[in-house]
């Protein structure tokens, strides 16, 4: 086997780019929500109906906006995975080398496209369900309704949360499932866990590094199922293994 040693890069990706943009995208359209939540009295009852459809229409109306949004994501984050890739192919034949810049990844760009938009979407969503839910609860517990209203004028900065825990997350996620389409396409069965060595990785995934993980069989930690990369808030990476040439 050929282990695909990317140690110079620190990982197949530097996506801060990306993440950064995507942060910026994702948190105006939360303060966006927090302006609609922020022209109703908080825990109005009568009100409520009228601020929920507010917010759904928001999210149907995203529809073109977060198309474009995530395409620009996605295709930032494939030049930077194909620039990866190719920083390292010296060490590759020429037919894979050639297979792997050639990879047909659409099929996986058109799954990341249809999940970024849905998650795009979903910030105003859950926004609505959030302030439903503690509106309810004011009304219901007299004792608790002046912190609970708190809690439903904090709600435009939950969702600003939201959305930097989507964009830190799925670029990360792009990249990943993106080098896992290059890599299979080739033959690759699996990869080596890699990650940041810092004080910031979680024990869980501390308990990874250098672990072999095959494509086929993604991991399960705190109860999330995923490869590196991919699971919320994680800076692990791949470390792809190539077949014998």
Same mark, same amino acid.
């Not at 994501?73 to 920083?87: C, Q, Y």
């Not at 900065?157 to 299979?184: D, H, K």
């Not at 999330?224 to 808030?233: E, F, Q, R, S």
């Given at each position: 086997?050929?282990?695909?040693?990317?140690?110079?890069?620190?990982?197949?990706?530097?996506?801060?780019? +990306?993440?950064?943009?995507?942060?910026?995208?994702?948190?105006?359209?939360?303060?966006?929500?927090?302006?609609? &939540?922020?022209?109703? *009295?908080?825990?109005? &009852?009568?009100?409520?109906?009228?601020?929920?459809?507010?917010?759904?229409?928001?999210?149907?109306?995203?529809?073109?906006?977060?198309?474009? $949004?995530?395409?620009?994501?996605?295709?930032?984050?494939?030049?930077?995975?194909?620039?990866?890739?190719?920083?390292?192919?010296?060490?590759?034949?020429?037919?894979?080398?050639?297979?792997?810049?050639?990879? *047909?990844?659409?099929? +996986?760009?058109?799954? %990341?496209?249809?999940?970024?938009?849905? %998650?795009?979407?979903?910030?105003?969503?859950?926004?609505?369900?959030?302030?439903?839910?503690?509106?309810?609860? $004011?009304?219901?517990?007299?004792?608790?309704?002046?912190? %609970?209203?708190?809690?439903?004028?904090?709600?435009?900065?939950?969702?600003?949360?939201?959305?930097?825990?989507?964009?830190?997350?799925?670029?990360?996620?792009?990249?990943?499932?993106?080098?896992?389409?290059?890599?299979?396409?080739?033959?690759?069965?699996?990869?080596?866990?890699?990650?940041?060595?810092?004080?910031?990785? #979680?024990?869980?995934?501390?308990?990874?590094?250098?672990?072999?993980?095959?494509?086929?069989?993604?991991?399960?930690?705190?109860?999330?199922?995923?490869?590196?990369?991919?699971?919320?808030?994680?800076?692990?990476?791949? #470390?792809? &293994?190539?077949?014998?040439?």
């Amino acid at each position: 086997m050929l282990t695909l040693d990317r140690k110079r890069a620190k990982a197949p990706v530097r996506a801060s780019r +990306a993440e950064r943009l995507y942060t910026k995208q994702l948190s105006g359209l939360a303060r966006q929500v927090g302006a609609i &939540i922020g022209e109703f *009295p908080p825990g109005d &009852i009568e009100t409520l109906p009228t601020l929920e459809q507010m917010l759904r229409r928001y999210a149907e109306a995203l529809m073109p906006w977060a198309t474009v $949004a995530a395409s620009k994501m996605i295709e930032e984050v494939n030049a930077r995975d194909l620039a990866g890739w190719k920083a390292v192919s010296a060490e590759m034949s020429h037919e894979i080398r050639r297979e792997i810049l050639t990879a *047909p990844t659409g099929k +996986a760009m058109r799954a %990341l496209m249809e999940q970024q938009v849905t %998650l795009i979407r979903s910030i105003p969503i859950e926004a609505a369900h959030r302030v439903h839910e503690l509106t309810i609860r $004011a009304r219901e517990d007299g004792t608790r309704a002046n912190e %609970l209203v708190g809690e439903i004028m904090r709600s435009g900065q939950v969702a600003q949360s939201r959305a930097r825990l989507i964009a830190r997350t799925e670029v990360a996620r792009t990249a990943a499932n993106l080098t896992q389409a290059r890599a299979q396409h080739v033959g690759s069965k699996g990869y080596v866990w890699e990650t940041s060595h810092d004080g910031d990785v #979680r024990p869980s995934h501390r308990e990874m590094a250098g672990q072999y993980v095959a494509w086929a069989n993604p991991p399960t930690l705190d109860g999330l199922t995923g490869h590196a990369g991919c699971l919320p808030n994680c800076r692990c990476w791949a #470390r792809v &293994i190539l077949p014998n040439e």
